[in-house]
């Protein structure tokens, strides 16, 4: 039973005047990564192959996540009229592929498995909560604050399961700590930034990943504040099995945060070079 549907959200409250710039090429890519999470769940369901309760808990998860998808899909049409959400996301499902044909999990096992998930949905929940809090705008607003909402409860299902398998499967704590720390990592790979390129640039432009994650990540890391970070880092610790209201989650997030400033200023920096680079041969072009 999926917890909201489209037609709950006061989609004629939309306000254009209040729309972020920023924002919008932010949502696009987003609502693609989101609704490709059925791939996910066939990739779960093969991992997780003897295992029905898991595998219908993951079937549900991945209705929640397309609705994401299909709800800032809708909201990115909204702000940009000209902007094709299917068109967007054939491009996106055309040159982006997971492997769901696995019988194991990348991770190495089932509870690396589980790890890698909450750090997904741990960044996620962290994310639209930002993005919540930050937007004037109305229906992306409401959007954002029911998306979290599912995030964090994804967070508890993937959370409650890894405790099942770790009491069977025994994970050591460095092994646990290296797959949140590797997934997290993840986030700067191409799934993100080659929605960035799909659901923003053209489709005869080339994609470069160093030009789209600092497009996607620039703007992104610019919506976070503090405690969306100390909240996150809360949830990483749970997921590892560390105290998460602790001095030492305290100071990670006080490190995250540093980093997350240090390269959002470096994904900017990226950005503003290469608007100068383009900006004569505009000029000339006009
Ligand atoms: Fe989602
Ligand atoms: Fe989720």
């Given at each position: 039973?999926?917890?909201?549907?489209?037609?709950q959200?006061?989609?004629?409250?939309?306000?254009?005047?209040?729309?972020d710039?920023?924002?919008?090429?932010?949502?696009?890519?987003?609502?693609?990564?989101?609704?490709?999470?059925?791939?996910?769940?066939?990739?779960?369901?093969?991992?997780?192959g003897?295992?029905?309760?898991?595998?219908?808990?993951?079937?549900?998860?991945?209705v929640?996540?397309?609705?994401h998808?299909?709800?800032?899909?809708?909201?990115?049409?909204?702000?940009?009229?000209?902007w094709?959400?299917?068109?967007?996301?054939?491009?996106?499902?055309?040159?982006?592929?997971?492997d769901?044909?696995?019988?194991?999990?990348?991770?190495g096992?089932?509870?690396?498995?589980?790890?890698?998930?909450?750090?997904?949905?741990?960044g996620?929940?962290?994310?639209?909560?930002a993005?919540?809090e930050?937007?004037?705008?109305?229906?992306l607003?409401?959007?954002?604050?029911?998306?979290?909402a599912?995030?964090y409860?994804?967070?508890?299902?993937?959370y409650?399961?890894?405790?099942?398998?770790l009491?069977?499967?025994?994970?050591s704590?460095?092994?646990?700590?290296?797959?949140?720390?590797?997934?997290?990592?993840?986030?700067?790979?191409?799934?993100?930034s080659?929605?960035?390129?799909?659901?923003?640039?053209?489709?005869?432009?080339?994609y470069?990943?160093?030009?789209?994650?600092?497009?996607?990540?620039g703007?992104?890391?610019?919506?976070y504040?503090?405690?969306?970070?100390e909240?996150?880092?809360?949830?990483?610790f749970?997921?590892?099995?560390?105290?998460?209201?602790?001095?030492?989650s305290?100071?990670?997030?006080?490190?995250?945060?540093?980093?997350?400033?240090?390269?959002?200023?470096?994904?900017?920096?990226?950005?503003?070079?290469?608007?100068?680079e383009?900006?004569?041969?505009?000029?000339?072009?006009?």
């Amino acid at each position: 039973m999926k917890h909201w549907t489209l037609d709950q959200i006061a989609w004629d409250r939309f306000d254009p005047s209040k729309v972020d710039p920023e924002i919008v090429p932010l949502v696009k890519a987003a609502a693609l990564v989101e609704k490709n999470g059925v791939d996910y769940a066939i990739y779960l369901n093969n991992v997780f192959g003897d295992d029905p309760d898991f595998r219908q808990a993951a079937d549900n998860w991945a209705v929640e996540e397309v609705q994401h998808g299909d709800a800032l899909g809708k909201w990115g049409e909204l702000a940009d009229p000209s902007w094709s959400f299917d068109d967007a996301f054939t491009r996106y499902r055309a040159g982006y592929k997971i492997d769901v044909k696995a019988d194991a999990s990348i991770r190495g096992s089932r509870t690396g498995e589980l790890i890698a998930r909450c750090m997904v949905e741990t960044g996620t929940s962290s994310y639209y909560t930002a993005l919540g809090e930050s937007t004037e705008e109305p229906v992306l607003k409401q959007v954002c604050k029911l998306i979290a909402a599912d995030e964090y409860r994804h967070f508890k299902l993937f959370y409650d399961h890894m405790k099942r398998y770790l009491a069977r499967e025994k994970l050591s704590f460095p092994k646990r700590l290296r797959v949140a720390a590797g997934r997290i990592g993840e986030s700067e790979d191409d799934e993100l930034s080659f929605a960035y390129h799909c659901g923003n640039e053209s489709a005869d432009t080339p994609y470069s990943h160093e030009r789209c994650v600092a497009g996607y990540m620039g703007r992104a890391m610019g919506f976070y504040r503090f405690r969306h970070i100390e909240r996150g880092m809360g949830m990483v610790f749970k997921s590892i099995g560390l105290e998460p209201r602790g001095r030492l989650s305290d100071l990670a997030a006080k490190g995250a945060w540093r980093l997350l400033c240090w390269r959002r200023d470096r994904y900017r920096q990226a950005l503003a070079r290469a608007a100068n680079e383009n900006a004569p041969a505009t000029r000339a072009a006009a």
